[in-house]
């Protein structure tokens, strides 16, 4: 009997042990989540009617019927405003006669243009590279010292004009000053390569322009990516497919393949990064499968919008062999327009040949970006073949620009639209915080240079003359461009 007893004592203790552990767990649990909430705007989520009204109208179907017409006149996620130039733009027109623009397919062609001359002397020049005034000056003044040489025994090497380098004047600063370890070596092309540049664009037409003002003569073609969702997966209109169609675009319409984005990665509503990685694996592989005549050693360049390679480090991969690959590119960096330049530069793995697109890189874009080249099946092989080693390196350097990356480079309500449309990551995620949405807030933040979590950086003294201040399209429409080459709201006090 007393044995039972003591028994049943025991298990009870133990029993009230158990409980008071588990008890304590959800505790601890309990103020884990409460201190993550409150680092975050879930809360402040929660507090809002039109929160609470859009998980009711969730769950209605299952537990209870709520008005329809309530949730629709409370759904209004974001602080109310009308932007004329993004939001209230709905119309799509409809697609030319000669096709659907999304599945026309591009035929390449070798570019005819005489970027190299023959002068007098024989020697092969860099046009644009080489004095050639001087140099003619130079020859005769070695012909008059002796009557008897004839002009095909002279050699006068190229006279370079200032920013040029190399035996035939084709090698720009920005990859004379380059770490690449082959740029004694390289030699001129007989047939320029064809140059693809791929861009996803959303809003930033005006960086887009500045692009191809940069880059048409030296691009052979556009890819250029739009979708109807944004990063975070709401819907958009066609921006961009509508430029083209209304002629806004005609000056560069001929180098342009449209690439559209139909869907909605899955899993991109959770984790924003595959919504942002889909972005550009859509692009390459979409935009590269409609080229024809695409040849191995072809340049595939691929950037953000608001990145925007000098034409200059095109121009030397289109027009020498000899460089390797990946190539990376320094870019000036800049935020809100082109007067808050950032220390140092933004180095993006942004090219490489056709055939280490797809051989290493499986035809992916977003793989180059990443720097993992060497981790890849394909990479030996690859390098193999090619019978040289694969040595990344970057045009330009910290000092000498090879391109420019403006961050957040819209008007007030350019950075708005941005905020509601940024991916499901990279958090915090500012475009959740109504007071971060706020034009007023905004404009504070362009006026002083200072981030979304209230640090202001400082930054180093600008020049509106400064060389590589800002894209040549962009300095040369000064007042069409003016709130992007002088703060609009400098003059203007807290």
């Not at 993006?348 to 797809?358: D, G, I, N, Y």
Request: hydrophobic share 35%; charged share 25%.
């Amino acid at each position: 009997m007393g044995r039972s007893y003591l028994s049943a004592r025991m298990r009870m203790r133990r029993y009230k042990v158990f409980l008071l552990f588990l008890l304590g767990i959800c505790v601890l649990s309990v103020l884990h989540c409460y201190k993550a909430l409150q680092s975050t705007s879930l809360l402040q989520d929660l507090s809002s009617p039109s929160k609470h009204l859009k998980s009711l109208k969730m769950f209605s179907g299952i537990f209870w019927s709520f008005p329809t017409e309530v949730v629709q006149s409370q759904q209004e996620p974001y602080e109310p405003i009308h932007v004329k130039d993004y939001l209230d733009w709905q119309v799509i027109l409809p697609d030319p006669a000669e096709g659907k623009l999304h599945e026309r397919l591009f035929q390449l062609q070798d570019d005819s243009t005489p970027f190299f001359v023959r002068t007098e002397s024989g020697v092969l020049c860099f046009r644009e590279g080489t004095d050639i005034t001087s140099h003619r000056k130079l020859l005769h003044r070695h012909m008059k010292k002796n009557d008897t040489i004839k002009e095909e025994q002279i050699v006068v090497r190229c006279r370079c004009r200032e920013g040029w380098h190399g035996p035939n004047c084709g090698i720009p600063t920005i990859v004379f000053h380059s770490n690449l370890p082959s740029k004694t070596k390289v030699t001129p092309r007989k047939i320029p390569r064809r140059v693809i540049n791929a861009v996803n664009i959303n809003h930033e037409f005006d960086l887009l322009h500045a692009r191809f003002h940069e880059l048409a003569d030296v691009v052979d073609v556009f890819l250029v990516c739009e979708s109807n969702f944004t990063a975070f997966g709401e819907p958009r209109a066609l921006h961009f497919r509508q430029l083209i169609l209304n002629g806004t675009f005609d000056y560069v319409k001929h180098k342009i393949l449209y690439v559209f984005l139909d869907h909605f990665p899955k899993g991109g509503h959770m984790d924003g990064w595959i919504a942002d990685d889909y972005l550009r694996t859509y692009l390459s592989k979409n935009g590269m499968s409609r080229l024809k005549g695409l040849k191995p050693d072809d340049v595939f360049v691929i950037d953000d919008a608001d990145e925007i390679p000098a034409r200059d480090g095109i121009l030397f991969l289109k027009h020498y062999d000899g460089w390797t690959e990946p190539v990376g590119i320094h870019m000036r960096k800049s935020l809100y327009g082109f007067y808050w330049r950032q220390f140092g530069t933004l180095n993006v793995l942004s090219a490489c040949t056709a055939a280490m697109l797809f051989k290493v890189y499986k035809g992916d874009g977003i793989l180059l970006r990443r720097r993992s080249y060497y981790t890849m099946s394909g990479f030996r092989e690859y390098e193999n073949s090619t019978r040289r080693n694969l040595i990344p390196w970057s045009i330009g350097n910290p000092v000498h620009y090879a391109g420019w990356h403006c961050s957040w480079c819209f008007k007030p309500e350019g950075i708005y639209y941005k905020l509601i449309s940024a991916q499901n990551g990279d958090f915090p995620r500012w475009g959740d915080y109504a007071e971060k949405r706020k034009i007023s807030y905004i404009k504070d933040l362009i006026r002083t240079g200072g981030w979304f979590d209230g640090s202001v950086p400082d930054y180093p003294p600008t020049d509106l003359h400064e060389h590589m201040y800002a894209p040549k399209y962009i300095l040369e429409n000064f007042e069409k461009y003016r709130y992007l080459l002088e703060n609009p709201y400098a003059k203007q006090q807290p």
